[in-house]
């Protein structure tokens, strides 16, 4: 079983989103979808303004994919941050607001799910999804978390997203490691910023 965490609002687990998704295609798993917030990850850290106003921003779409999955089911969740993320990210947009509503027409949900995206009310399942990510990785990280068999890592962090038997590569040498036990960290400074290609 795969686990997938992400935030909406990440170009980083857009990118991931992009290659496990095309890992779906050519290997047998079956991946779960489930929001993390980075927004809740960095309450109370000491943020530039312009981060703390992103931050600000990001709270709508996370917040609105939780009602949705509440409302009417996990099986929303992967169409809805697909309609949510092509618009961010390849589309280069940020009307958040815009973005959610052109989102959950595309994918034939209420209109009125747009209101979850300014309260409070599905904040506890929120951070519940968010926390299970959490426990998994620690909370010195971002998003994506991917896990496999209930072993989870933040990433991969990748630019551009694999394809074909690239990304079914990179899927199997991601599954051997997950099932070393002590194994727990590869980094590298990143060069290059998400490529949407």
């Known amino acids: 079983m795969v686990d997938f965490w992400f935030d909406p609002a990440c170009p980083w687990a857009w990118m991931t989103s992009r290659w496990i998704t095309e890992v779906e295609a050519i290997r047998d798993i079956d991946v779960r979808w489930h929001v993390m917030s980075l927004a809740v990850l960095n309450e109370g850290r000491d943020l530039p303004e312009s981060y703390l106003a992103a931050m600000a921003d990001a709270w709508a779409a996370v917040r609105v994919v939780v009602a949705a999955s509440e409302l009417h089911g996990p099986e929303v969740v992967k169409p809805l941050y697909d309609a949510l993320g092509t618009r961010r990210h390849p589309g280069g947009r940020t009307d958040t607001a815009a973005i959610v509503a052109e989102s959950l027409a595309e994918v034939g949900l209420p209109a009125s799910l747009a209101e979850y995206g300014s309260t409070q009310e599905y904040d506890a399942a929120l951070r519940a999804s968010h926390q ?57 400074t990143r060069t290059d910023g998400p490529r949407f290609d």
């Open 132 to 188: 299970q990510a959490i426990d998994l990785v620690g909370d010195e990280v971002g998003t994506p978390v991917v896990a496999i068999n209930g072993v989870g890592f933040f990433g991969p962090v990748i630019t551009p997203a694999p394809k074909g038997d690239d990304a079914g590569r990179l899927w199997d040498g991601l599954a051997l490691m997950t099932g070393v036990p002590g194994f727990y960290e590869l980094k590298r």
